[in-house]
């Protein structure tokens, strides 16, 4: 498998058939740092920024709503 972005090229030297390899990397990951009454949440996309960084209490309404997001 090719890194994102190699070029991949075909062992036919009559003609060029280089094409790019796609992504294999997510758009972004969720990471939770999981705790007894809160968790913390932080969403880093697949560059390292990270979009959002925040505290969820441990209540089902409330996580249903980070997934849902």
Known sequence: MSAEGEA???????KDTTVKAP???PAAVLGLDV????????LVDRD??????APVRN??????????S
């Open 8 to 14: 991949i090229r075909s062992n036919d030297y009559r």
């Open 23 to 25: 992504s294999t990397r």
């Open 35 to 42: 705790g007894k009454s809160s968790h913390w949440a932080c």
């Open 48 to 53: 390292g920024e990270v979009l959002a960084s």
């Open 59 to 68: 209540r089902e309404a409330e996580l249903d709503a980070l997934f849902a």
